[in-house]
């Protein structure tokens, strides 16, 4: 059977103090675990992004979306990783997935991107996430295990066919509730930990980071499992 290929959304970051384009490999191994093929979603436009301190700058032009809509009719599905910024591209991509009904699986970041979804598809590039105030330290990159999550009645709750999850935390801001995407998680202390939008094959966003939990819960692989099978149907 031909294995979907999944496009993986590329983030900046500095490696020995030079700006790069990529992707964790922990993502990478997920989607190769659950079936699918990732390759990098790099845009392209002759941008350094890691230097890039205004969105609007990093707008692709006509003939740079034209250069990018080759890459994206690539790929069967795309995943939108967690980071620290996102651009122009990423708003592409999320309304190429929708306008198409190609899945789409959003990671923290990727997650709160997919909850601006009524904004960004206008072309609106605003950071609408809040800072997280609550008792629960939401960042705590070194552990595996931080805080409980419920899971609503959803897909989410199909996947994993539990009411409870224990999950990570890598996040400072959280995204606030609104009418066009259904909550399907959130934490102990209240904070939206799921989203998917209905009426779609599979859009759906996770706060926690389930690509760096597989080794020591392979209950989180069946989400990937789940959203790969989607990217083959």
Known sequence: MKKPIIGVLARSFMDEKEPCLGMH???RLAILEAGGIPILISPTNPLVYKNQKEKESSRLTLGERDDYYQILSLCDGFLSPGGCE???YD???LKYAFENDLPYLGICLGMQILGGMDSYL????IDQTILNDTD????QPENLSVHKNQILPSK??????TEEITVNSRHHYHIEEKSFFKVSSRSVDGLIEGIEIPNKKFMMGV?????????DCKE???LFKTFVDACNS
């Open 220 to 222: 989180m692989l069946k």
């Open 207 to 215: 706060e926690w980071h389930p690509e760096s939990m597989i080794t």
């Open 156 to 161: 989410l709750f199909e996947i994993f066919k």
């Open 86 to 88: 996102f651009y122009d």
């Open 25 to 27: 490999e922990a993502y």
């Open 136 to 139: 629960i330290e939401h960042y």
């Open 122 to 125: 206008k072309g609106e590039l």
């Open 91 to 93: 708003c592409i991509v």
